[in-house]
C-alpha cells in the first residue's frame, strides 16, 4: 500500500495536476480557437486551486478571533484568488471577443483553415 | 506630499489618464491626455533617480500598511533605471503618434487606442516599480491585456489573428509565473519579493523552490521572447499599428526581462541559480541560437517589421547572454543593452512609420529608391541600423564592447567569435534595406511621396541624435548600469 497512501494523503495536488496538464493539452492540441480558450480557463482555474488547497487547514476555522478557536484557516489565499479570478475573466472575455472579430474577418475560427488561407504581404 | 508619494503617482497617473480617455471618447482630447500623462511620467522617473542616488532604495507602503503585510513599491536603482526607460519611451512615442494613429485607426476606436496605451504603460511601470510577487502578476496582467487590444487595432486582418496568438501564449506564461509565485508562497508564506529573498535560504527542501524557479523562468521567458519561444512576437510586431509596435519592441519585453533579473539574482540568488544549477549554460545556449538563427532568419523576411521584429528577438539574445554569463562586466552589458536596444528598435520602428504613414508599404522590395524621396526618415534608419550592427560611435558598440569583454574575460574566445559573427549577418539585413532604399530607382508607388510631418520627424530624430550622443557619453547609461550590476550582485548571500 506504499504506492496508494501518497496518492489519497496528496489526493487534492493530483487532482490539480490532472486540471493543469488536461487544459493544456487542449491548448496545444485542437485548433478550434474556443475550444483552446475552454483549455486556457481549465489552466487558470487549477492554479486558482493549487493555491487554495494549502490555505485549507483541517479543523480550522474562518480567521475570526474568538475565545475556543485556535486553529484558523488561512485567507490570503483566497483573497489572491479572487483577484487572479477577475483577471481569468478579462482574459476569456478578451479572448472570445478575439474570435468573434477573427470569425468577421475570416469566416472561419480553425487554426488550420485560417493558414490555408496564406495571406500575402501587399 | 508629493514627493513622499511619487512612487504611487507613476503608477496611479496612467491609470487615471486612461479612464479619462475612455470617458471623453474624442480621439484627440484622449491624446491630449495621454501626451500630458506621458509626460509627466518622465518627471517622476527621474525625480525617484535623484532620490535613489540621494538617499538610497526607497520603500513606499501602499495605503500606508506596512511591508511585508502590505504592497510595498520599492524604487533601487535598477528598477529607476527601468522606470526612466519605460516612461521615456512612452513619452517620445505618443509625441510622436496623433497623426499616424488618425491614418491607421478608425475615428471612433482611436479613444480607446489611448486608453490602452496609458493602460500598457501603468502596468508596465507597474511591474517595475511594486515589491510584491502578486502584485507584479497583477500589472503583468493589466500590461498584457492592453497589449493584445493594442495589437488587435492594426489595419491588416491578421493583426486580430497575432493578437489571439499573443493572448494564448502570454497567459500561459502569466499563469506559469503564478504558479511559480504560489510554490514560494507555500514555502515562504510571503508574498513580499525581499522578504521572500530573505526566508528563502532557510529552507531545507529545496525541490520545490526549484520547481518554482522553473516555472518564473519559463513563464517570464515567453513574456521576454526568449529563443526559442519568441514565435508570438515576429507577428505581432508585423502587424500592430506602427506607434504600438515602437512602444512594444522598445519597453515590454524590456520590462520582462527587468522581472527575470529581479526573481534570478535578487530572489533565488546567485548562488543558487548559477553554481548549483545550469543556469549558464542554458541560457547561454539559447542566446547564442537567438542572435545567430532570428538574425538568420530576418534577412530572409519580405516585410521590413517582420525583419525588424527577428531582429528583436537576436538582440534578445544579446541581453540574456550578458545575464548568463553573471559576472560585473557581462551583467553591465546586457543592462545597458536593455536601454540601447530599446532607443534604436524605437528610431528603426518610427522611421518606419514614418514611410508606413506617408507611401503604406511594407515590403523591402516596394521601398526602391525611398532614400531618395524621404531622405531624412531613412537617415535615421540608417543611423539606427548601424547602431544594430554595433558599429563604433552609437550606442550599438558600447554594448557589444561590454559582452565581448566579458567573454574574454571568462576566456571564452569562441562566444567573442560568435557575437561578432552575429553583428556580421545584421549588416546583411540591415545592409539589405539601405541597398533597396538608397540605390534603386524610385517606383511609381513612392514617386510623390515626402518625408513625413514635422512632429513624426522630429522624435524620430530627437531618439536617432540620442543614438549618437549615448555612443559617445556612456556615463548615463553604461554607468548607471554598472551600478545597477553591482547591486544585482551584491544583494546575494
Known sequence: MTFISPLIDHFNYFVIIFLMVSGLYVVVARGNMIKKLVGLSLFQTSVYLLYLSPGKILGGTPPIIDEGFEVYSNPLPHVLILTAIVVGVATLALGLALVLRINEEYGTIEEDEIFAAGDEDK | MISSNLPALQVVLPLLGAVLAALVRRGPIAWLIALLVSWTMPVIAFALLKQ???????????????????????????SAYILILVSVMGALVISYAPRSVASEIAPQRQAWFYTMYLLCMAGLLGITITGDAFNAFVFLEVSSL?????IALGRDRRAVLSAYQYLIVGTIGATFYVLGVGLLYVMTGSLNLADIAGRIGDIDNIRPLLAALAFITVGISLKVALFPVHLWLPNAYAFAPSVVTAFLASTATKVAIYLLLRYLFSIFGVVFVFRDLPVTEILIVLSVA??????????????????????????IGYITLGIALATQTGLTGGIVHIFNHAVMKATLFMAVGCIVFRTGVVRIEDMAGIGRRMPLTMGAFVIAGLALIGVPGTVGFVSKYYLVAAALEEGWWWLAAIIVIS??????YVGRVIEVAWFREPTAAIKNAGDPPLEMLAFTWVLTAAIVYLGFDTDLTAGIAARAAEILLAGIK
Open chain 2, 146 to 150: 492592453s497589449t493584445y487590444v493594442l
Open chain 2, 423 to 428: 553583428s556580421l549577418i545584421a549588416v546583411v
Open chain 2, 52 to 78: 535613489v542616488l540621494a538617499d538610497g532604495v526607497i520603500s513606499y507602503a501602499l495605503g500606508g500598511w506596512a511591508p511585508p503585510l502590505g504592497i510595498e513599491y520599492r524604487v533601487d536603482l535598477v
Open chain 2, 290 to 315: 537567438a542572435m545567430i538563427i532570428a538574425s538568420i532568419v530576418a534577412v530572409f523576411q519580405a516585410n521590413v517589421k517582420r525583419m525588424l521584429a527577428y531582429s528583436s528577438v537576436a538582440q
